[in-house]
Structure formats: structure tokens, C-alpha cells
């Protein structure tokens, strides 16, 4: 066996093992305290590109899953709200029944018309005022994105502009001015839109203007008048077949006074208000038991009046709700489904969110078992070095023994 005294190999080698080993332990209480196998670029750069990646995907996946329930929030704050105006529509349609009961005298419709009113302006209020984080949901404009996953363009959008500008009061419900106090019998009206077609600015007296409406009904009365001034008469009137002979190019039932009750078949008076002021022609459309006054402007002159034809009969009032009705309905489904495809959203989202986080705790999570196991073996190392380095270091003492 070669002695050296210059270079002790043993006890380098020795010294080398301690290295080793005193480096393994600090990892493995790097890696135990930490609980992470990848602390820094040098344990794993790979895995550290690829955990990174995923960490950022899982928070994005956990951030999408708060937004989708706050969007089930806001859903179930607007539902909740539409809940409560399909309240006050069964409410109205109630009282809409109510009013046609044969024994209501004037003022039980009175007091009916008054909670009417009252839950119409509740209606209006839960419109304006349903609110959610600072937002109106029901003005119909109303309008959002919620971002529900991990990457752009990942979106639900939320819209309750259905009824846009009017929103789910009672302009967009088509419910404003609700009357239950008229009685309608079943009887149809009818509302013309006449225009006006003019020529000199002025009608002088003894000139002529004209005009002319389509009506098809075979029970309907008719009045035609104005808000004032100098009576005209009404010449050339005719009349659809269908309404019978009861005026046919007949002036005498048509110069009644003004003001008069002229509901009889074909009556009608025109009054004209000379000068080039606005005036308004009124025609009015009896039925059976109900009638309507339509007042349409206009201004004196010389020409001719043409109709623009009838419009459909006006909806009674257990109608008017019935539409509303529907469309609250409608919306509330929509609400529904959409509240149900955020809930989807979140069970998916938390499932990949999941997964994703398993495969990156393979990746940078610490082994404990294997962790320990390492530390233990690694003392064992140190140990052992270190009493094998104190005796390489006595080795060259040996060559004293030689030397006598």
C-alpha cells in the first residue's frame, strides 16, 4: 500500500461526501419546510415553466368560478325582483276581475282604480329602484359581461334590455294609465288616425275641407267634433254598406249643436275655430256599452282629410295584464336558464380547476414520504463521512511508524 504525506485521497473523498451529503440535507429541509419540490429555477427549470403556467390558469379558474356566482347573485336579485311584479299583476288582474262584477257601484270602482294605481307606481318603483352593486337591472338598459374562464373571450353576457328605454315598469309592460272602472261588455273599439292633408294655411268661410275613415262595424256610433269655435256643416256623408241606411248624403242629423249627445248611427258635427290656430278634430267610436274619444290636431285650412286606417281594438284591461303577464314571465325564464347555466359553468370550472391543481401538486409539491426517507439517509451519509474523514486524516501519520 502506497503512503503519500502531500495528497490524501481519503480524505478528500471523505470531504467530497460531506459535500454531497451536507447539499442533500439542505434541500431536504428546503423541500420540508417549504413543501415545495421546486423552489427556484435550479431544482426543476421544466417544471417550473409548467407549474407556473398552470398556477396561473388555476387562479384565473377561481376567480371565474366568484364571477359566475356573483352573476347567479345578480340573476336571483333581478328574478327575486320580477317575482314580486308578477305579484302585483296578479294583484291587478284580480282587481281587473273584481271591477266586473254587476254590483260595483261608481265608488267601489273608485277604490278598486285606487289600489290599481297604487301597485302601478309600485310596479314603476321596483323598476327604477332594483339595484344590484350600484347597477339598475330593470331600466332596460341594463346590460353585462361576467368573464367565466381561465382564458379571453371565455363569457356569459347578461342583458334585461327586452323592454329597452322603457324598462319593466308599466311603459314596458304596456300596462300605463290602467282603467278598471270602464265597463267593457265584450264590446270592440275602434280608433282612427286621421291626417290632415293641407292646402291655403287659412279656410276661408264658405270653402270646403274633407275627410274620410274607413268603418266596418255594423252597430257602431260615431261622433265627430271639435274643442270649440264656429259650427260647420257636415256635407256628402256616406257611410260603409255595412252600417245600413241610417245617413246616406244626409245633412240634417249632422248640425247638431255642439256638445250634444250625437250617438246615433252616422251622426256627426264638425266645428271649425277660424284662423290658422291648432284645433282638434274628435271622433268618437261607440260600441254596445263602451266608447272611446280620440282627439287628433290639426289646423284650419283649406284641403283635404285622409285616414290612415283603423287600428286594432283596443285590449281590455284583463288583456293589457295578461300581455304583461307573459312578458314578466318570459324574462323570468330567461333569468332562470341563465342562472342555471352559471351554476353548469362552476361545476365545470371547479372540475378543471381541480384537476389542473392535482397535476401541478405532482409537479411542485414535496414528497413528504420520499422527502424524509432522503433527509434520513442523507444524515446517515453525514455521519458515516464525517467519521471516516477524522480517520483518513490520521493515515499519514503513518509514515512516522517508517521513519523510527
Known amino acids: ?124 318603483r321596483i323598476s327604477s329602484d332594483t339595484q344590484f352593486a350600484g347597477k339598475t337591472l330593470l331600466d332596460g338598459m341594463f346590460s353585462s359581461t361576467f368573464q367565466v374562464g381561465a382564458n379571453a373571450g371565455q363569457k356569459i353576457d347578461v342583458g334585461l334590455t327586452q323592454f329597452s328605454g322603457a324598462g319593466f315598469g308599466t311603459d314596458g309592460l304596456g300596462i300605463t294609465g290602467l282603467d278598471v272602472t270602464t265597463d267593457s261588455g265584450g264590446s270592440s273599439i275602434a280608433r282612427s288616425d286621421i291626417t290632415f292633408t293641407q292646402s291655403p294655411s287659412t279656410l276661408a268661410f264658405n270653402e270646403y275641407f274633407a275627410f274620410e275613415f274607413p268603418l266596418t262595424t255594423t252597430s257602431a256610433q260615431v261622433l265627430i267634433s271639435s274643442d270649440g269655435g264656429d259650427t260647420f256643416s257636415v256635407v256628402n256623408v256616406s257611410f260603409n254598406a255595412s252600417i245600413g241606411d241610417a245617413v246616406n248624403n244626409t245633412t240634417d242629423a249632422l248640425n247638431a249643436a255642439l256638445g250634444s249627445n250625437l250617438f246615433s248611427p252616422g251622426a256627426a258635427e264638425v266645428v271649425f275655430d277660424n284662423g290658422s290656430s291648432a284645433d282638434n278634430i274628435q271622433v268618437v267610436i261607440n260600441t254596445d256599452e263602451t266608447e272611446i274619444n280620440s282627439t287628433f290636431p290639426f289646423t284650419s285650412s283649406f284641403g283635404t282629410v285622409t285616414s290612415s286606417g283603423f287600428e286594432e281594438p283596443d285590449a281590455g284591461p284583463l288583456d293589457t295584464i295578461d300581455g304583461a303577464l307573459s312578458r314578466v314571465g318570459s324574462v323570468r325564464a330567461e333569468l332562470g336558464a341563465t342562472q342555471n347555466r352559471f351554476q353548469s359553468t362552476i361545476r365545470n370550472l371547479s372540475n378543471i380547476a381541480e384537476n389542473l391543481s392535482n397535476s401541478r401538486s405532482r409537479i411542485r409539491d414535496t414528497d413528504f414520504a420520499e422527502e424524509t426517507a432522503s433527509l434520513s439517509s442523507n444524515q446517515i451519509i453525514q455521519q458515516a463521512s464525517t467519521s471516516l474523514l477524522a480517520q483518513a486524516n490520521q493515515r499519514p501519520q503513518a509514515v512516522l511508524s517508517l521513519l523510527g
Do not use: Y
Not at 4 to 12: G, P
Not at 65 to 80: F, H, K, P, W, Y
Open 1 to 124: 500500500m502506497s503512503l503519500f504525506v502531500n495528497t490524501n485521497i481519503s480524505s478528500m473523498n471523505a470531504q467530497r461526501q460531506i459535500f454531497n451529503s451536507q447539499k442533500e440535507l439542505s434541500t431536504a429541509f428546503e423541500r420540508l419546510s417549504s413543501g415545495f419540490r421546486i423552489n427556484s429555477a435550479a431544482d426543476d427549470s421544466a417544471g417550473l415553466q409548467i407549474s407556473d403556467r398552470m398556477t396561473s390558469q388555476i387562479q384565473g379558474l377561481n376567480q371565474s368560478v366568484r364571477n359566475a356566482n356573483d352573476g347567479i347573485s345578480l340573476v336571483q336579485t333581478a328574478e327575486g325582483a320580477l317575482a314580486e311584479v308578477t305579484t302585483n299583476l296578479q294583484r291587478l288582474r284580480q282587481l281587473s276581475v273584481q271591477s266586473q262584477n254587476g254590483i260595483n257601484s261608481d265608488s267601489d270602482k273608485q277604490a278598486l282604480q285606487q289600489e290599481v294605481t297604487e301597485l302601478l307606481a309600485e310596479i314603476n
